[in-house]
């Protein structure tokens, strides 16, 4: 793959810290539906940024299965329809897999920019189905979430990239 003008060439991501940044995301969106907000519908959804980030730049270690994992945890969690996070993640898994190659040309806030529809599809989706179960409107700020999600894109890649982002044979003179 032919890289942009002054794109820093990553070490390889670790398993374990992909692992751990997913199971911290998920325990992150679980202390959030029961901490300060409850379950607030403008909250964004931190489990499904760091999924986008985790398929786009390891497409062959996370991909749709993973998100369905993830999803299916989301559900027995908040006690919503069986399957209703585990579709809207797979979705998104899927979406995300699509666009993978496309969205890596992108600085990272126009990454974020292209990452919203992704996080809207997922919202509306979740909705979707949450409406044709039988539950209520949540208002507006619901659309809220996938904004808020996207503004988190950048602070996201910035935190998930750093250990790659190292030197590859440490020396100690070496200012970096």
Do not use: C, K
């Amino acid at each position: 793959m032919i890289m942009r003008p002054g794109q820093q060439l990553l070490l390889p991501a670790n398993p374990l810290f992909i692992w751990s940044t997913l199971l911290g995301a998920l325990s992150l969106n679980m202390l959030m539906n029961v901490g300060l907000w409850g379950r607030a519908v403008w909250v964004p959804d931190l489990l499904a940024v760091v999924l986008v980030f985790w398929i786009v730049h390891q497409p062959l270690r996370i991909g749709v299965g993973v998100a369905f994992f993830f999803g299916l945890a989301m559900d027995l969690h908040q006690g919503a329809l069986l399957g209703q996070h585990a579709l809207a993640y797979t979705v998104l898994g899927f979406l995300a897999l699509a666009m993978q190659r496309r969205l890596l040309w992108f600085a990272v806030p126009t990454q974020a920019v292209q990452v919203l529809p992704l996080l809207l599809a997922m919202q509306l989706l979740e909705l979707l189905v949450r409406m044709i179960a039988g539950g209520t409107w949540p208002g507006w700020l619901v659309f809220l979430a996938p904004v808020l999600g996207a503004a988190l894109w950048p602070v996201i890649s910035v935190l998930l990239l750093g250990p790659q982002r190292r030197a590859p044979n440490q020396e100690d003179d070496r200012p970096i």
